[in-house]
């Protein structure tokens, strides 16, 4: 599939890139003590060619276990070397692909599993990389993800998402606050899917409200 001229360029924007891979690294502890024990459950249970989308500084590279080949698909070049110093650390047997999750030149069904955290509110058409995802995952693959959405309509945590969204896209490197990413993978054809709602807590903010699973293809 050859590469689309509109994605962003992430090597024009170099500051928010550093910006967003430092702030990344900086909640990894909340993520562990959050969702440690559901990545140990499902990201340390793959085996085989997996393919991450999005996987920023490597804060998923401590529950890979040892018969993975991770595929990273990084567009945000700031993010390679903490992904790099990660996936040493741990263990990983990862290469990086600097593409956009839209965009991939991997072959259909190359993938035994695809693993997504915190990616679908940055993508500039997260529908398209839903396909992706489909794509490349082979029959019976399975996608893990989590996920910050949109709040419930008219709560205060809806009004706060709007009143940060600017501040936070340019913190976030474009990251979206007001996708209903739920409904979007109910909608996107797996032939199963889990999705688990998850209160972050109220540190968490503007984006308390998270969703975890698993779909198959």
């Known amino acids: 599939m050859a590469a689309r001229s509109d994605r962003r360029d992430f090597t ?4 928010r890139g550093r910006v967003e891979a430092f702030l990344l690294s900086v909640g990894a502890p909340a993520d ?22 999005g996987p920023g500084p490597g804060g998923n590279m401590g529950y890979y276990g040892p ?3 991770l595929i990273a698909i990084e567009p945000n070049p700031a993010m390679h070397d903490r992904l790099r110093e990660a996936a040493d650390r741990h263990g990983v047997d990862m290469e990086i692909r600097t593409q956009h999750g839209e965009d991939l030149d991997l072959p259909d069904g190359a ?3 695809v693993v997504g955290t915190l990616l679908l509110c940055g993508v500039d058409d997260p529908a398209m990389v839903v ?19 949109v709040a419930e309509a008219g709560s205060g945590t809806r ?25 979007l993978l109910r909608d996107a054809g797996f032939t199963d899917i889990d999705i688990e709602p998850i209160d972050a807590g109220p540190g968490a903010v503007w984006t ?6 698993r779909a198959i293809r």
């Open 12 to 15: 024009q924007a170099p500051l």
């Open 32 to 53: 562990e003590k959050l969702m440690g024990d559901r990545k140990r459950a499902t990201i340390g249970t793959l085996t085989g060619t997996v393919v991450e989308f």
């Open 67 to 69: 018969d993975v080949h």
């Open 111 to 113: 993938a035994d599993a």
């Open 131 to 149: 396909e992706q995802i489909k794509r490349v995952l082979r029959p019976g693959g399975t996608y893990v993800f989590f996920e910050h959405v």
């Open 159 to 183: 009004r706060l998402q709007r009143v940060v969204a600017g501040p936070h896209r340019w913190l976030f490197n474009g990251c979206e606050l007001d996708r209903d990413t739920g409904a």
């Open 208 to 213: 308390r409200p998270r969703i975890f699973g």
